[in-house]
C-alpha cells in the first residue's frame, strides 16, 4: 500500500466522514448490525523486512 510522508495511508484522509456517520449510527435508536475484520501481523526479526500474519478475525 501507499504510505504517505507522515506514515499514514491514504484511507486516513477519510477519517473525519467516516467517524461522524459511525456516531450518527451510533446515537440512533435503530438496530444496526457492524462487521469488523481485523489482521494480526508482527514484525519479522531483526534484520528482516516486512511483517508475519498471526491470524486473521471476522
Same mark, same amino acid.
Given at each position: 500500500?501507499?504510505?504517505?510522508?507522515?506514515?499514514?495511508?491514504?484511507? %486516513?484522509?477519510? %477519517?473525519?466522514?467516516?467517524?461522524?456517520?459511525?456516531?450518527?449510527?451510533?446515537?440512533?435508536?435503530?438496530?444496526?448490525?457492524?462487521?469488523?475484520?481485523?489482521?494480526? %501481523? %508482527?514484525?519479522?526479526?531483526?534484520?528482516?523486512?516486512?511483517?508475519?500474519?498471526?491470524?486473521?478475525?471476522?
Amino acid at each position: 500500500s501507499l504510505c504517505h510522508s507522515n506514515g499514514y495511508t491514504a484511507n %486516513h484522509q477519510f %477519517h473525519h466522514q467516516y467517524r461522524s456517520k459511525m456516531l450518527r449510527a451510533a446515537s440512533s435508536s435503530r438496530v444496526q448490525i457492524v462487521t469488523i475484520r481485523a489482521a494480526l %501481523h %508482527h514484525l519479522k526479526p531483526e534484520g528482516k523486512s516486512g511483517t508475519l500474519l498471526v491470524g486473521v478475525g471476522l
